[in-house]
């Protein structure tokens, strides 16, 4: 499956942004989803996971309750919705899939970046 993430940019602190990672070449449905983050200078950190009938989420403790995880598997995208930003958001935003797990993903889409301002 290939991914395309988009909608990152610039937004000041407490606004919101809302990502989203359109799959192709596969059927999307079958795949687990994940979004995780790298900041400069850091190592790349968790940040939420959807199951593929959107039942099941799991965020990071940095993000709960302030961004949720979503998809539209006849859309064949998953979304990341961000609500009260922080200057500490700002990284490289990349959403991965895997068939079978959660936590180690095989297709990773390319970065889009995030910057919030204080």
């Known amino acids: 499956v290939q991914l395309q993430a988009s909608g990152g940019g610039l937004v000041q602190a407490g606004g919101s942004l809302r990502l989203s990672c359109a799959a192709s070449?596969?059927?999307?449905?079958?795949?687990?989803m994940g979004w995780f983050r790298q900041a400069p200078g850091k190592e790349r950190e968790f940040v939420a996971a959807i199951n593929w009938s959107g039942r099941n989420l799991r965020y990071g403790d940095s993000v709960k309750g302030r961004f949720t995880i979503s998809r539209d598997n006849a859309k064949n995208t998953g979304y990341l919705q961000m609500n009260s930003l922080k200057p500490e958001d700002t990284a490289v935003y990349y959403c991965?899939?895997?068939?079978?797990?959660?936590?180690?993903?095989?297709?990773w889409g390319q970065g889009t970046q995030v910057t919030v301002s204080s």
């Open positions: 991965a899939a895997d068939r079978n797990s959660d936590r180690d993903y095989g297709y």
């Open positions: 070449g596969r059927t999307f449905s079958d795949y687990i």
